[in-house]
């Protein structure tokens, strides 16, 4: 069985396609066949993932401009065996706006992934910095989201909107949807406000943090710009083992959802 996860926050710099990149790479590791959509038209997936230079055909034209485009076509290897990529490119950022006078505006990435989704095991949907069109695509076409919440002042502010906002798109568009959990972020053990951070959203949902929070690591910062993921870039430390347990945790997370539905 397939499972389609967004890795969604409305807030930039989280790290949302750091974790999308990486849990996806991590995941394949695992032996699961990965797939992780650029939804962002910064393209950052797109890139930490090996594609540096300018691609053809990307998820513009899965969405917008399909005319029958077969999805396989526009479907890349990544850098990493058993994971691949849709790609993305800025011509992205013309979508929002195309794709509010079109039919089934909201539906479009849902209907262009049936196709491919059983291929693999994980979908990743690696979502914008904005609830607009582009993120709301990708929560109906997901069967539950991730959320990063980095490790700072305010963070819980943020996730008022994003819970309102899921609940909107479960009770209009997709009932389905499933908060998988949270994934702390960026933790910085010298400062106590990491602690407190990682404890307050403990508080306020609990058994949905993630036992496995991602470490602040200049490594992690750096391996993009390399076209790389932290695996290939800078095995064995801290930020890959993060991203290597996280990966783990989520397997046996969706293992255990599989036993509770039956
Ligand atoms: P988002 O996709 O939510 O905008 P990113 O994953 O792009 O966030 O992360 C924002 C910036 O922070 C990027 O430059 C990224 O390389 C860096 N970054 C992400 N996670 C970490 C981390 N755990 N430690 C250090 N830098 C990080
Ligand atoms: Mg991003």
Not at 87 to 104: D, R
Not at 175 to 190: C, F, I, K
Not at 192 to 203: F, G, H, K, T, Y
Request: hydrophobic share 45%; with cysteine; aromatic share 4%.
């Amino acid at each position: 069985m397939s499972h389609v996860i967004a890795i969604v926050n409305q807030k930039g710099g989280v790290g949302k396609t750091t974790t999308a990149v990486n849990l996806g790479a991590g995941l394949a590791r695992l032996g699961h066949r990965c797939l992780v959509v650029d939804c962002d038209p910064q393209s950052n997936a797109t890139r930490s993932l090996g594609i540096l230079q300018s691609v053809e055909r990307t998820i513009y034209d899965v969405l917008v401009d399909n005319d029958g485009l077969p999805i396989r076509e526009v479907i890349l290897p990544s850098n990493t065996e058993g994971l691949a990529v849709l790609p993305a490119s800025p011509s992205l950022s013309g979508a929002e706006v195309e794709l509010v006078n079109m039919w089934g505006r909201e539906s479009r990435l849902k209907h262009a992934l049936e196709p491919v989704r059983e291929d693999y095991d994980f979908v990743l949907l690696d979502c914008p910095p904005s609830l607009g069109l582009i993120s709301v695509n990708a929560l109906v076409a997901a069967d539950g989201i991730i959320v990063p919440v980095q490790c700072e002042y305010l963070s819980l502010e943020g996730l008022g909107l994003l819970t309102r906002t899921l609940e909107l798109v479960k009770s209009r568009l997709n009932a389905q949807l499933e908060l998988v959990g949270l994934v702390m972020t960026m933790y910085d053990a010298r400062t106590r406000l990491a602690a407190e951070v990682v404890s307050e959203v403990q508080r306020h949902f609990p058994e949905l943090q993630f036992a496995t929070v991602i470490p602040r690591s200049i490594r992690l910062g750096e391996a993009p710009s390399y076209g790389e993921t932290i695996f290939q870039y800078a095995p064995d430390t801290p930020g890959a083992l993060a991203y290597s347990a996280l990966a783990e945790e989520l397997v046996a997370r969706m293992a255990l959802d599989a036993l509770a539905t039956g």
